[in-house]
T-cell receptor, first 109, second 115 residues
Framework: EDKVVQSPLSLVVHEGDTVTLNCSYEVTNFRSLLWYKQEKKAPTFLFMLTSSGIEKKSGRLSSILDKKELFSILNITATQTGDSAIYLC?????????FGAGTILRVKS | DGGITQSPKYLFRKEGQNVTLSCEQNLNHDAMYWYRQDPGQGLRLIYYSQIVNDFQKGDIAEGYSVSREKKESFPLTVTSAQKNPTAFYLCASSISSGGSTDTQYFGPGTRLTVL
């Protein structure tokens, strides 16, 4: 069965901390891995990863994929309270996405 | 403004009633999707459509129905056969569903509560 597992399920940090969110996947016909941020309602797209070892960066966020180990991480440096959200990882197989349960991140001021 | 709209934002229904959730996009995307989100769980795919007048069941299609008569619109009906319909429903669209780099973009969601 295709599945995506995220860890930790929840995390509380202080502003300025660096966090690493984990995503492992087991899917047939893997095509890409996506990260989304969900604050109140609509998940917003962060990154799409298709190749191993190539880091994608956007400001304080970065992500990398390891296709051999079937694993991806999302790093957030110098966290701010606005980073508080649910972070969703999804693996694309064929023409569908399978999502993990998400990591709830809370950044305290 | 380009984007995906869902209505209503909140919906209450009594047990035994069918209810239809609206999803419209003006992004000229071919593919559209419906997901359900429950607390502590990831998004689960209900139905998806790759092209007008065609749609496929996702992982949890039982108790739901859809139509795709127009490219811009993909309404979801939650029928009385759905045993546990209270959830947050998200609609998404992508340029197509065949490319490995297609990104799905989400609407703001509808929170359905069955009383």
């Amino acid at each position: 069965e295709d599945k995506v597992v995220q860890s930790p399920l929840s995390l509380v940090v202080h502003e300025g901390d660096t966090v690493t969110l984990n995503c492992s996947y087991e899917v047939t016909n893997f095509r890409s891995l996506l990260w989304y941020k969900q604050e109140k309602k609509a998940p917003t797209f962060l990154f799409m990863l298709t190749s191993s070892g190539i880091e994608k960066k956007s400001g304080r966020l970065s992500s990398i994929l390891d296709k051999k180990e079937l694993f991806s991480i999302l790093n957030i440096t110098a966290t701010q309270t606005g980073d508080s959200a649910i972070y969703l990882c999804a693996s694309r197989y064929g023409n569908k996405l399978v999502f993990g349960a998400g990591t709830i991140l809370r950044v305290k001021s | 403004d380009g984007g995906i709209t869902q209505s209503p934002k909140y919906l209450f229904r009594k047990e035994g009633q069918n209810v239809t959730l609206s999803c419209e996009q003006n992004l000229n995307h071919d593919a559209m999707y419906w997901y359900r989100q429950d607390p502590g769980q990831g998004l689960r795919l209900i139905y998806y459509s790759q092209i007008v007048n065609d749609f496929q069941k996702g992982d949890i299609a039982e108790g739901y129905s859809v139509s795709r008569e127009k490219k811009e619109s993909f309404p979801l009906t939650v029928t009385s056969a759905q045993k546990n319909p209270t959830a947050f429903y998200l609609c998404a669209s992508s340029i197509s569903s065949g490319g490995s780099t297609d990104t799905q973009y989400f609407g703001p969601g509808t929170r359905l509560t069955v009383l």
